[in-house]
């Protein structure tokens, strides 16, 4: 499979902060794995990147979480950001307005089904990256 590059000045984290360097946000971002190949790290840590194809605030779920879907077309796509209700309000924006952008998620990757997920506890782990 292609490997995304990706070029970083992680300009923004979902919290609207600006990034302390450029030089910073591209040593954590080095050894991005591709969305749609995550679920052959399952088990580590790391960060994990692609476009977010569909987002999902599951208001009616137990937890209220809310899903980031990524590498492929849902309900076919290889990787997941969830977002649970509890920690939703630390995100603003909202998290489903990362639809259609281009994301990086960093954190314990886990098995989910023939998926991969990463759950985010706080804005500082979901940064938005411009993909090449």
């Not at 970083?8 to 050894?31: C, K, R």
């Not at 977002?83 to 939703?88: L, M």
């Not at 603003?92 to 098995?111: H, M, R, T, Y």
Request: proline residues 8%.
């Amino acid at each position: 499979m292609k490997t995304a590059t990706v070029s970083l000045s992680l300009a923004l984290a979902i919290s609207g902060l600006t990034l302390p360097s450029p030089v910073h946000a591209a040593d954590a971002i080095t050894d991005a794995i591709p969305a749609d190949n995550a679920p052959r790290f399952t088990g580590r840590s790391g960060t994990v990147c692609g476009k977010v194809e569909r987002a999902r605030y599951a208001e009616k779920t137990e937890g209220e979480p809310t899903f980031l879907y990524m590498g492929g077309q849902f309900p076919r796509h290889k990787f997941t950001v969830r977002i649970q209700g509890a920690d939703r309000a630390k995100f603003n924006p909202a998290p489903e307005s990362l639809e259609g952008k281009d994301v990086c998620a960093i954190g314990q990757i886990e098995p989910d089904s023939s998926r991969a997920e990463i759950v985010v506890t706080s804005p500082s782990n979901l940064k938005i990256a411009s993909m090449r």
